[in-house]
């Protein structure tokens, strides 16, 4: 298993950044190896009969990283590259991320590897549901608690948590985040990682005595985190000069109108052929001057081809595992460019998952407001916390943001000792 594990990229990518940090903080090699590999790995089939009558069996996978510090949470994602070694990956960074922000979660991550955008709405319903069956023995509000993720949404996590319900036999809305505020799911949810991204910007933008109103941003995705960062840096006088997704880039040099834009992408399912802006090379866009770079779509997008050429002030990184490990070395060598990791940088949206499933255990409520402050609060302590910790250790602000996740997560398994 682990050599099938380490035979993918993904996960390659994941360990290399662990293996660097725990040389950094010179961990104990034993509880190094106990927080390096996932607990559990789970892989499921999940057969569905498709509308055209012919039963498909596709392949779903939940990996669980740590259970020593509470649940594991993490996003259940639907897309044709899901993997084992992708999904380990994600599962390991949610980790890191939870406990750089304090949550009392480990990290988990799951998947199924279909194409949405060829599943029709039934189809989908029948995958998830047969999905959350398969998973049922493993899952639970104390166990592992799923989020929306790459290709699932609100509706997902309301067909999850209606499969929960109905075994259990009483309502369970703690069994997933994520969902519909009718459910009981978070005011706020929904734009949570965009906002966050947004926000943090504005954080980086300060030390670099950047204003709003004259800065410029480049946003490479534009799904649920990718347009929330839109709009939200739109909102605080942030112009977005360029935009792509999987239909093609749009370019404006004097501002792309967010609102317009998302109006075409409902009707037309991408940017593309967007009248307010031209085209342009989605890998060129990358390359472009700007103060914000956001890549919010896949991993390994900044490599080792385009991270000396990159023109942006501030490397935002609202995706997971954007950046390759030859890309960070060559990042680290330039001191132009200001990175706010993934694990930091994303965080905003598990963040008020938590808040959501306090609410939902304390069957208490909290509004929109609240939750916001509440999520810039805790964005904001751990943003000052990377940035000492970086300047204070003389490493690099992902170096330092791992150190602050791992070195809890070490002290928990330390603490709790070694079992039997
Ligand atoms: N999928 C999101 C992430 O990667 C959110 C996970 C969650 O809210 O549990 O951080």
Same mark, same amino acid.
Do not use: Y
């Given at each position: 298993m682990k050599k099938d594990l380490l035979n993918n990229k993904i996960f390659q990518m994941a360990v290399s950044q662990f293996d660097r940090t725990a040389d950094f903080l010179e961990l104990d090699q034993s509880v190094r190896e106990r927080c390096k590999w996932p607990k559990r790995l789970i892989t499921v089939t999940v057969p569905i009969q498709r509308d055209n009558g012919e039963t498909e069996v596709f392949f779903g996978y939940r990996v669980q990283h740590h259970l020593s510090r509470g649940p594991v949470k993490g996003g259940l994602r639907f897309h044709p590259g899901v993997t084992l070694g992708e999904v380990a990956a994600l599962a390991m960074w949610m980790n890191w991320k939870c406990a750089l922000m304090d949550l009392p979660f480990g990290g988990g991550k799951?998947?199924? #590897?279909?194409? &949405?955008r060829t599943l029709s709405a039934h189809e989908t319903e029948n995958l998830t549901r047969r999905f959350a069956m398969e998973i049922l023995p493993f899952i639970g509000p104390e166990t592992d608690v799923m989020a929306p993720d790459m290709g699932t949404n609100e509706q997902t996590m309301a067909w999850i948590t209606d499969v929960y319900s109905t075994h259990a036999g009483h309502f369970?809305?703690?069994?997933?985040?994520?969902? &519909?505020?009718? %459910?009981?799911? +978070?005011?706020? @949810? #929904?734009?949570?990682?965009g906002h966050g991204v947004a926000f943090l910007i504005t954080r980086a933008f300060d030390k670099l005595n950047i204003k709003e109103q004259n800065a410029t941003a480049i946003i490479q995705g534009f799904g649920n985190v990718g347009s929330h960062a839109a709009f939200t840096l739109s909102r605080y006088g942030v112009s977005i000069t360029g935009i792509s997704d999987i239909t093609g880039a749009i370019w404006n040099e004097q501002g792309i109108n967010i609102n317009e834009l998302t109006k075409h992408v409902h009707q037309t399912g991408g940017v593309k052929d967007f009248p307010g802006a031209e085209f342009i090379d989605p890998d060129e866009m990358l390359l472009q001057p700007? $103060?914000?770079? !956001? &890549?919010?779509? %896949? /991993? @390994? !997008?900044?490599?080792?081809?385009?991270?000396?050429?990159?023109?942006? @002030?501030?490397l935002a990184e609202a995706a997971n595992g954007p950046t390759t &490990? %030859?890309? $960070?070395?060559? %990042?680290? +060598?330039r001191d132009d460019i200001f990175l706010i990791p993934d694990v930091l940088c994303n965080a905003g949206g598990v963040t008020v998952s938590y808040l959501e499933w306090v609410q939902n255990i304390q069957r208490y409520q909290w509004s929109e407001q609240e939750i916001l402050t509440k999520l810039? #609060?805790?964005? /904001?302590?751990?943003? *000052?916390? !990377?940035?000492?910790?970086? *300047? @204070? +250790?003389?490493? +690099?602000?992902r170096v330092a943001a791992l150190s602050l996740?791992?070195? *809890?997560?070490? #002290?928990?398994k330390s603490v709790r000792g070694l079992f039997p």
């Open positions: 799951g998947g199924i #590897t279909c194409d &949405p369970v809305p703690g069994i997933v985040t994520g969902k &519909p505020v009718e %459910l009981q799911g +978070s005011e706020g @949810r #929904t734009q949570a990682t700007c $103060d914000a770079l !956001v &890549p919010a779509a %896949l /991993e @390994r !997008v900044i490599n080792d081809k385009n991270a000396a050429q990159l023109q942006c @002030r501030v &490990p %030859l890309a $960070d070395a060559i %990042l680290e +060598s810039e #609060t805790k964005l /904001e302590a751990a943003f *000052e916390k !990377v940035i000492h910790f970086a *300047e @204070r +250790s003389q490493t +690099s602000h996740g791992i070195e *809890e997560v070490a #002290t928990a």
